[in-house]
């Protein structure tokens, strides 16, 4: 998955994916930047969405995409697929998303809260 050099692009991330994985995407980044400006870069198994620092990176999948947001604590919610506690307070918390439709009021929330974290 190479760009210009060795450098992946955004597209090559969505190559082979389902529609809906780019429409979830775009939603995401749609949400994010009504927070501020924000960074789309490129990673060979991801993409990070960044301020001064990345606050949230989404890895593709065929049919869906998974959304790691960084967070100052823990959040209970069955949305939450996996969490790592990274330091006393840290948290990396997975969500998987198949549908724009779940890009909702209650991921904007959490997206605000990990976009302020990166400011």
């Keep these: 998955m190479t760009g210009r050099g060795s450098e992946p692009t955004i597209e090559q991330h969505f190559a082979g994916r389902a529609p809906a994985v780019r429409a979830t995407y775009d939603r995401i980044v749609l949400a994010a ?6 960074r789309q870069e490129a990673k060979k198994t991801s993409i990070h969405l960044a301020r ?6 989404i890895a593709t999948r065929r049919d869906a995409l998974i959304l790691t947001l960084k967070s100052t604590a823990d959040i209970n919610s069955p949305r939450i697929i996996r969490r790592a506690q990274a330091s006393a307070n840290r948290w990396y918390l997975e969500i998987r998303l198949d549908d724009p439709a779940q890009v909702d009021r209650e991921l904007s929330a959490w997206l605000r809260r990990a976009a302020e974290l990166a400011d």
């Design 33 to 38: 930047s009504r927070f501020g400006e924000v």
């Design 52 to 57: 001064r620092t990345a606050f949230a990176g």
